[in-house]
């Protein structure tokens, strides 16, 4: 600025507060808060803090097993409640689980072995009153073609039951280290875009491999990309059988009508969960009168009576399949943590009670540890058999014991009953249960609200229905990350203006009546300062100033003598970003023109006083408020017009 | 909020100016200008606008070849100035380039080829008038360590020589392309600390295998790991030869000392610049006299004559070892622009003149591209060089001229003089140029301003030093990346209070005096709402709730009633976001308080708006500035007091 000398702090400014700088906090301090936010955002030790040592360990109890927490506090009103609930799913679980192990290419009974272990196991962990425990349709199908790529289903029966539950050991231990080292937040990466087009995406994939048992089909792809599918269903037109597909319609008309009536009269809820067991005794006794098991219609056959077999020997862990249970425990252990936590977390919503997301980790991995050892596969809280649940009124996890007793039972003594039951069946009430995973309005909706959400969506939704499964998610995972990244590498930066009637200043792109000071140009950068924007923000920063000046100069207006910058949303800087508002300064002067810094927060304050920046820039150059600094700069335009320097322009612009 | 009837808007602040949502944009509008953002962030094509075609045309070629705009201007004294520093950068190319050739573990003539051809294609192209192109030694290590790892230099040279033009092709074409697509921003994500740690890691390993030349031993190990080093030096102790040993200690010493004193004065840049061509000079004829050569000191060996040979046809596309080379082209290239750029960028600050990412990497990619066909590998403008030629006084890219010409008459003619150059000062020369990339006291300001960029430059030196270059660099930015995304994951929030004699409201922990409202929460969220942190948000801030009504009840305070969500640092939402303020709303609306919004910016306000957000909080709970909402529930306090409705506590918390 050479031979302009200021005549600063002008006395009406100096009264104003000053940028402060925050306390200095000992490094192991941040370190602990940091990592304390990271990983205990809920507190959850909040409760354990100043009680004796017995109270500590009944609520250490109570933490690890909430059982001991409502169990006392149990009501025979709510054992009414859960009664009835819990047959009511109970009545859903048992079709369900016999056709979603079909679907993953598993003996039926393990559907039933399923809703059994791993329900009472959640039932004493879980932290959630109306969660019910039980296979899904998007972990069964990614288990059948994960495991299915490399081991023959068919072919090699043993091999494959063993591998699946392998890989249902591998996804336990992963979500229980998952909640016990508070990495819950991973779950978090899957966003709500994510989840809608990869559920639709998956469901579409489900209903296409319906086709087999509604076709009547021997001979079926084990690919479950939409392309193969479509060719090996219209390969073989003429082994499709008519009798099986009219009744396959039949039979999900019929499961969607009973779902319409119960969604609109929520009272009627029983009808709609009902329905698959009744389709399935009509089914078996129409077919047990007719004998069309002899005519081609398949049927379940023998199922095994008695309870789960242990299965801990069966687990694995020499064998050249090791790292394909290993990815698809991971894969599949995150996809049911995904669905269980949110189906979890929505129900606790609407009751208003607390779920703590690492703490369900824990309780599904210890379900799934223990169903490995008991013949079962992945379990976790489907959306379905929760939403009836709830509305059948549950109050507690009991209804989730009632259903495992109900399960036992069938398990003991009916099985026999399925064996004439028709697999169409079976495809009826998968294809039913995944039309109402698809949920168009929903991207309709992201659509109007976030374009790049829908992007995400469809991207996952035609990875897995023309990729697979795996392909979908990755493509809209990646995505999202991203967008954040992108969010941090190209940061919007605002040219803002005075709000008329008022003292703020406001982007003049929102704010279309906000009016800019003349000598004076105000930015706000709306991100952190890091690594990846610096140089972008330097150039960015560069060119506002030229555009500013060459507006100035076009419509005559004073020239320009300050830049303030807003800081106020910068959240965070490093080096990089240090580095780049001290060559921005130098830019700056280089130009003639003043850098004002307007309302740093605490983390910019603190960096910038350690890098020396804050004596580089001038202390006095730092405003609490963009209002501030910009009466600041007034006053100086003011005093510096009536300076004799000011009238030779040549040292505003060649220095 | 049930029988609570507000009197709402009190006449006082109706006054103020409302937030407003932005003027809704074509879709296509959007997506334009966020592309616009993305990918020409300094709008290179403005000064084409309003132009007659012809003058576009100049303008273009102009564009391209920087060389066309400058060249018209170009005078007798800056001819001068530029020969003396070409001829400089000429004596220190030479031993250098025979240097780092060797150390890719090619024939020493690349090293002279190297400084030939693409410094006359980057004289064109360039548009940086300092930067001095040549080999580097990182990436001739990483040449060394990719290539060498597949194909063994010493018995199969030729095809080991193939790959290295076809990754230097495939470096050429990436970096081209990278320009071209606009896509220079990934060159940000290296930041700062990690190129630190990077390079010092890199000079250390460099360093280690330079023992191999100081020590005199025949074999050595591939690996370039500190471990596999020190066991391959220390298992042949009694092949040492000390004749060797002293003589590289005393070179290093020489060159250290000049490079010193050249730093002190920096008149005389000439005498480090000097340094290595007089001690190749030296050596050669201390050997020469001396008959070393047969005494078991390794000497350079016959160069053959004449320019370089073209090797267009020896870039091989068929091959098993192709993704080997694509592989190295890759990481070098981005390596050498990451180098390049930020040299280019440092000279051009000091000088203030502008230089265009994008259009250098195309200019490098060009360069790298000619050079793969003209027996050179892989070039780039290394710092040391470049250094040399911004103190010897350069002008323009001329100097890069005069220092190819220069090195045409070496491999015209002199090439027979390095018959007889010691290994040994090779290994002095690349030593002591490493020594200058370890900038410990660069690390020690990381750890002074910010630990985690600290964390990021060790991690990177440590991965390079026991593990490989490539492990280094891909831990760096991992940590990089994970701490964009932990800064979105993890977003801070802050109690606000009013800053006394002031209107504005700032974090109670950067503002130690700043003092809370009674009944008000003023809270600010510091980072987009994103999928990834909307979880972590509604749980945070309900926690801030909790701990505000703790306190509150403790301290006998009157009780909570409103919570103001500053939201000016909240740059961009997405759907997920847009939910968990839904949520927000919900579980502040249960616990009989009402939620205010202060200052939401475009993005928010214009997909609140799509989502009907703002409808169900209510227009008029969402103001302007902190203050005004401050304001507004002061009043609303005021007048809910006197209100008889408020007689029965129980209203506000039991709904």
Chains 1, 2 share one sequence.
């Not at 990983?39 to 933490?63: E, H, M, T």
């Not at 009835?84 to 559907?111: C, D, E």
């Not at 086709?211 to 690919?223: A, E, N, Y």
Request: aromatic letters at 10%; one cysteine or more; glycine letters at 8%.
């Amino acid at each position: 600025m050479g031979n302009v000398d200021y005549v600063y702090p002008p006395a009406n400014v100096e009264a104003s507060p000053r940028v402060a700088i925050p306390p200095q906090q000992p490094f192991i301090t941040t370190i602990k808060n940091s990592l304390k936010e990271t990983f205990f955002p809920d507190d959850p030790l909040r409760q354990f803090k100043n009680q004796p040592a017995s109270r500590k360990l009944v609520l250490g109890l109570q933490y690890v097993f909430p059982i001991f927490e409502w169990g006392p506090r149990y009501t025979l009103d709510f054992l009414k409640s859960d009664l009835i609930s819990g047959i009511t799913i109970a009545s859903l679980a048992i079709p369900q689980g016999i056709s979603y192990a079909k679907l993953a290419n598993l003996p039926p009974i393990l559907g039933l072995y399923s809703s059994f272990i791993p329900p009472l196991v959640y039932a004493m962990m879980g932290s959630s009153r109306d969660l019910a425990v039980g296979t899904v349709a998007v972990a069964s199908l990614l288990t059948a073609s994960m495991l299915g790529a490399e081991v023959n289903a068919t072919e090699n029966p043993t091999l494959y039951l063993h591998l699946a539950f392998t890989a249902t050991f591998f996804a336990g231990v992963f979500q229980a280290l998952l909640g016990l080292f508070r990495l819950g937040f991973i779950v978090d990466f899957l966003s709500h875009a994510t989840i809608i087009g990869f559920m639709a995406g998956a469901a579409t994939v489900v209903c296409l491999q319906q086709l087999k048992g509604i076709l009547g089909l021997d001979h079926f792809t084990t690919g479950t990309d939409m392309v193969s599918v479509m060719r090996s269903v219209f390969s073989q037109t003429h082994k499709w059988r008519w009798e099986s597909g009219v009744l396959g319609c039949c039979f999900i008309f019929f499961l969607l009508i009973t779902r319409y009536f119960s969604q609109k009269k929520p009272k009627f809820f029983w009808i709609s969960a009902m329905a698959p067991l009744t389709l399935v005794i009509l089914g078996s006794v129409l077919v047990y009168l007719t004998h069309a098991e002899k005519h081609g219609v398949q049927v379940i056959g023998e199922l095994k009576k008695g309870l789960n077999p242990m299965s801990f020997g069966d687990l694995v862990f020499v064998s050249p399949y090791l790292s394909t249970a290993f990815k698809t425990g991971i894969i599949t252990a995150i996809i049911a943590l995904a669905e269980g936590i949110a189906v979890g977390r929505s129900f606790s919503m609407f009751k208003n009670y607390h779920i703590d997301g690492n703490k369900e980790m824990i309780a599904f991995g210890m379900m799934n540890i223990a169903g490995s050892c008991t013949s079962c596969y992945l379990t976790t809280g489907p959306f379905s058999r929760s939403a009836v649940n709830y509305n059948a009124g549950c109050k507690t996890a009991v209804s989730n014991i009632v259903m495992a007793i109900a399960v036992m039972f069938t398990l003991l003594f009916l099985t026999p009953l399925f064996h004439y039951t028709p697999l169409v069946v079976l495809s009826a009430i998968i294809i039913a249960a995944m039309l109402g995973l698809i949920k168009y309005e929903e991207a309709i909706h992201l659509w109007k609200v976030d374009k790049f959400d829908f992007v995400v969506c469809m991207s996952a939704y035609f990875g897995v229905v023309f990729g697979s499964v795996v392909i979908g998610l990755v493509l809209a995972l990646a995505l999202s990350v991203m967008r954040v990244l992108l969010f941090v590498a190209r940061p919007k930066t605002f040219m803002l203006g005075n709000v008329p009637d008022s003292m703020a200043y406001r982007s003049v792109e929102q704010y279309t009546n906000a009016s800019n000071i003349p000598g004076i140009l105000i930015l706000e950068i709306d991100a952190p300062i890091y690594f990846a924007n610096s140089n972008y923000l330097r150039e960015r920063i560069a060119r506002w100033i030229d555009e500013e000046e060459d507006r100035v100069k076009a419509s005559g207006e004073s020239s320009l003598q300050y830049v303030i910058l807003n800081m106020a949303a910068v959240g965070n800087i490093d080096t990089s970003g240090i580095s780049m508002l001290d060559e921005v300064k130098k830019i700056i002067d280089r130009r003639g023109l003043k850098l004002v810094l307007a309302n740093p927060g605490s983390e910019v304050m603190k960096k910038m006083n350690k890098s020396d920046l804050i004596e580089k820039i001038g202390q006095e150059w730092i405003h609490l408020t963009v209002g501030e600094a910009v009466g600041a700069c007034k006053f100086m335009l003011h005093t510096t017009k009536s300076d004799p320097v000011k009238e030779e322009p040549g040292t505003w612009n060649n220095v």
